[in-house]
């Protein structure tokens, strides 16, 4: 089937704009590659330092040059659910490596903050953030150059981004990310949006509220709804850089264990010593970065990953904008209904046929890229394949050709919605996105007044006191990377979602974010330039008339142009955000980051910069 013209008009502009920076990035990493792959060019002092706390078996191992020495880097803490199943990994991987004359090492940690946990809290604050801080470290765990292939353990929000950006600044080393699957299927997420918006109008207490978090969220494992964690795994399959149908399942299984224990068979196999040597560098290119895309459009997966993706092909020396998203996004029909933009959790839609089918579907109707190469060895056809256990045996078989519940999942043929789920704003309040996949059509469309607030722990008070029972725009500005971090607005959700329930217009304009799970209120997010570095959104007053029209991609505030240019921009005092829980430490990164459309990435623009400051000297 050939590639459908606009996928492979967006692949190839992204290709061509991105020319010049791709090809330094393939120069560094074979640059790299040539100063040595792994331990044999350390001195004898480096190498005795590198194994020192090994056992006589894998100590005698890594002496020997012609064997593979894995570097594991993990999100492990047992705090958070999605990270307490990596736990068991190492050991795992390690005897498998064993198993293969081969070895592994634990290289290194990362933090793994969950957005659950500091929602609304000034922890949030650092939410963002902690994404650069994992590509560093993950960059810290990685320069020992002990290691001729690397495992990224790694799940949630901010991680899986974190550790991609840092593994591509080691891209002549091969990868392969490893999940830890979904917790099992808990209280339903339609009853536990019910119980929040009656603890928001004061109709039930904290002791029920909590009760229904705790029956929701449970045990070990990722969240089930469909936010940025899950979105992370289908991007990852999606790009081939997990094994074909690892993403949902659950951990704590034979069939999790198996999964793991052949991912690290499968990175001695991919190293240089394995004999079948694929760096990440030549793995991921623009058609894997257009795939995954592609796969967050289909599903409607999170808004972050607008912010993410972004600084993740950059990583890798490419060049990709929100017009990209926009222009496929035309084209990629909506296939899944996974909460908030249903009521199933990703539990079901693995049942339904999960990944298999839609990445089966998507390639049948030649809406994905098949050509790329991935750390199973073939192409996007191998991951139409389902893995089981037989005989005790991992295995993989033809996955469903047809949805087990099209409630849940369905062919491109017959699709929720012809249009993917994430969609670009433009207009004289900046650029935004906006998740449509879970707003009903008759409210993509929302023009009322603006009620202003330069924090979101006002807003409750403005809801409690009955002053937004009307049409109305909330506008929540300073809330973008230089202002404070960008934190997460979720738990405006409930209280914008009582006001849409009595009836009235209720749309939101931030340019800070919402969660992976927003949900039925149209929201604006990402509004760049951000109002605290000169901004539109700083020029909004009280009361001013805002249109969102999700339909046609327009945000304006309907003022008079003359006006509207020669008003001053508001400021606000941004004090409170500077102290506290840590936040002091981060002044540095909220002074050098960039724009959200650029990535929110505090790094610069890796090969972009060098060749700015290449045509400077010229």
Same mark, same amino acid.
């Given at each position: 089937?050939?590639?459908?013209?606009?996928?492979?008009?967006?692949?190839?502009?992204?290709?061509?704009?991105?020319?010049?920076?791709?090809?330094?990035?393939?120069?560094?990493?074979?640059?790299?590659?040539?100063?040595?792959?792994?331990?044999?060019?350390?001195?004898?002092?480096?190498?005795?330092?590198?194994?020192?706390?090994?056992?006589?078996?894998?100590?005698?191992?890594?002496?020997?040059?012609?064997?593979?020495?894995?570097?594991?880097?993990?999100?492990?803490?047992?705090?958070?659910?999605?990270?307490?199943?990596?736990?068991?990994?190492?050991?795992?991987?390690?005897?498998?490596?064993?198993?293969?004359?081969?070895?592994?090492?634990?290289?290194?940690?990362?933090?793994?903050?969950?957005?659950?946990?500091?929602?609304?809290?000034?922890?949030?604050?650092?939410?963002?953030?902690?994404?650069?801080?994992?590509?560093?470290?993950? @960059?810290?765990?990685?320069?020992?150059?002990?290691?001729?292939?690397?495992?990224?353990?790694?799940?949630?929000?901010?991680?899986?981004?974190?550790?991609?950006?840092?593994?591509?600044?080691?891209?002549?080393?091969?990868?392969?990310? #490893?999940?830890?699957?979904?917790?099992?299927?808990?209280?339903?997420?339609?009853?536990?949006?019910?119980?929040?918006?009656?603890?928001?109008?004061?109709?039930?207490?904290?002791?029920?509220?909590?009760?229904?978090?705790?029956?929701?969220?449970?045990?070990?494992?990722?969240?089930?709804?469909?936010?940025?964690?899950?979105?992370?795994?289908?991007?990852?399959?999606?790009?081939?850089?997990?094994?074909?149908?690892?993403?949902?399942?659950?951990?704590?299984?034979?069939?999790?264990?198996?999964?793991?224990?052949?991912?690290?068979?499968?990175?001695?196999?991919?190293?240089?010593? @394995?004999?079948?040597?694929?760096?990440?560098?030549?793995?991921?290119?623009?058609?894997?970065?257009?795939?995954?895309?592609?796969?967050?459009?289909?599903?409607?997966?999170?808004?972050?990953?607008?912010?993410?993706?972004?600084?993740?092909?950059?990583?890798?020396?490419?060049?990709?904008?929100?017009?990209?998203?926009?222009?496929?996004?035309?084209?990629?029909?909506?296939?899944?209904?996974?909460?908030?933009?249903?009521?199933?959790?990703?539990?079901?839609?693995?049942?339904?046929?999960?990944?298999?089918?839609?990445?089966?579907?998507?390639?049948?109707?030649?809406?994905?890229?098949?050509?790329?190469?991935?750390?199973?060895?073939?192409?996007?056809?191998?991951?139409?394949?389902?893995?089981?256990?037989?005989?005790?045996?991992?295995?993989?078989?033809?996955?469903?050709?047809?949805?087990?519940?099209?409630?849940?999942?369905?062919?491109?043929?017959?699709?929720?919605?012809?249009?993917?789920?994430?969609?670009?704003?433009?207009?004289?309040?900046?650029?935004?996105?906006?998740?449509?996949?879970?707003?009903?059509?008759?409210?993509?469309?929302?023009?009322?007044?603006?009620?202003?607030?330069?924090?979101?722990?006002?807003?409750?008070?403005?809801?409690?006191?009955?002053?937004?029972?009307?049409?109305?725009? #909330?506008?929540?500005?300073?809330?973008?990377?230089?202002?404070?971090?960008?934190?997460?607005?979720?738990?405006?959700?409930?209280?914008?979602?009582?006001?849409?329930?009595? @009836?009235?217009?209720?749309?939101?304009?931030?340019?800070?974010?919402?969660?992976?799970?927003?949900?039925?209120?149209?929201?604006?997010?990402?509004?760049?330039?951000?109002?605290?570095?000169?901004?539109?959104?700083?020029?909004?007053?009280?009361?001013?008339?805002?249109?969102?029209?999700?339909?046609? @991609?327009?945000?304006?505030?309907?003022?008079?142009?003359?006006?509207?240019?020669?008003?001053?921009?508001?400021?606000?005092?941004?004090?409170?955000?500077?102290?506290?829980?840590?936040?002091?430490?981060?002044?540095?990164?909220?002074?050098?980051?960039?724009?959200?459309?650029?990535?929110?990435?505090?790094?610069?623009?890796?090969?972009?910069?060098?060749?700015?400051?290449?045509?400077?000297?010229?």
């Amino acid at each position: 089937m050939a590639v459908h013209e606009t996928v492979s008009r967006v692949t190839q502009r992204i290709r061509e704009r991105s020319r010049d920076r791709r090809a330094l990035y393939e120069r560094h990493m074979q640059d790299q590659y040539r100063r040595g792959v792994h331990r044999g060019e350390l001195s004898c002092g480096n190498l005795a330092h590198g194994f020192a706390a090994c056992g006589a078996e894998d100590k005698n191992q890594l002496k020997m040059m012609n064997s593979a020495n894995l570097g594991i880097v993990s999100s492990y803490n047992d705090m958070l659910s999605a990270h307490q199943p990596f736990a068991t990994f190492p050991e795992i991987i390690k005897e498998a490596a064993r198993n293969m004359g081969s070895t592994a090492q634990f290289a290194g940690g990362v933090p793994a903050m969950c957005d659950g946990v500091t929602q609304g809290q000034p922890g949030m604050e650092l939410s963002l953030f902690s994404r650069d801080v994992i590509a560093m470290a993950t @960059g810290v765990a990685l320069s020992h150059n002990m290691f001729d292939a690397t495992l990224l353990l790694g799940i949630c929000d901010k991680i899986v981004p974190g550790l991609f950006i840092g593994t591509a600044r080691f891209g002549h080393l091969p990868a392969i990310f #490893v999940p830890g699957g979904p917790m099992t299927s808990g209280l339903p997420n339609k009853e536990k949006a019910r119980v929040r918006q009656l603890y928001t109008e004061g109709k039930v207490g904290r002791e029920e509220l909590l009760e229904a978090e705790s029956q929701s969220y449970h045990g070990p494992g990722t969240c089930t709804f469909y936010g940025t964690a899950n979105s992370n795994q289908l991007m990852m399959e999606m790009m081939g850089l997990h094994l074909p149908g690892a993403s949902f399942v659950n951990p704590y299984t034979p069939l999790r264990d198996a999964l793991t224990q052949y991912a690290a068979e499968q990175a001695v196999r991919n190293s240089e010593p @394995g004999g079948s040597y694929r760096p990440f560098w030549q793995q991921i290119d623009e058609k894997a970065i257009v795939n995954a895309v592609i796969g967050l459009l289909a599903s409607g997966g999170s808004t972050n990953h607008t912010l993410h993706l972004v600084a993740m092909a950059g990583a890798v020396g490419l060049t990709l904008t929100w017009d990209d998203f926009t222009e496929l996004s035309a084209v990629i029909p909506s296939l899944t209904r996974i909460y908030p933009n249903g009521q199933a959790d990703v539990n079901h839609f693995q049942a339904a046929g999960g990944m298999s089918f839609l990445i089966r579907t998507l390639l049948d109707a030649g809406l994905l890229h098949e050509d790329i190469p991935t750390v199973f060895g073939g192409s996007m056809r191998d991951y139409t394949k389902e893995p089981f256990l037989k005989d005790g045996k991992l295995v993989w078989r033809e996955g469903p050709t047809e949805s087990m519940d099209p409630d849940v999942l369905r062919p491109v043929s017959d699709p929720f919605s012809p249009t993917g789920g994430l969609t670009v704003l433009d207009g004289n309040l900046g650029r935004g996105v906006i998740k449509i996949s879970a707003v009903q059509p008759e409210h993509r469309v929302v023009e009322a007044p603006v009620r202003l607030f330069s924090d979101q722990g006002q807003l409750k008070a403005a809801f409690d006191a009955g002053e937004l029972d009307r049409d109305i725009v #909330v506008v929540v500005r300073f809330q973008g990377p230089r202002a404070n971090g960008m934190p997460e607005l979720h738990q405006l959700t409930p209280y914008l979602g009582v006001l849409q329930d009595r @009836g009235y217009k209720v749309a939101l304009v931030t340019d800070g974010r919402m969660s992976g799970a927003s949900g039925k209120v149209p929201a604006a997010i990402h509004l760049s330039p951000e109002a605290v570095d000169g901004g539109p959104l700083a020029r909004l007053k009280e009361g001013d008339v805002v249109r969102l029209d999700a339909n046609k @991609g327009e945000l304006n505030a309907l003022v008079d142009e003359a006006e509207w240019q020669s008003r001053e921009l508001a400021t606000t005092h941004l004090e409170d955000y500077r102290y506290g829980m840590g936040r002091e430490l981060f002044a540095g990164f909220r002074s050098q980051v960039g724009r959200a459309e650029d990535g929110a990435a505090t790094f610069g623009g890796f090969e972009a910069q060098e060749l700015i400051e290449k045509d400077g000297q010229a």
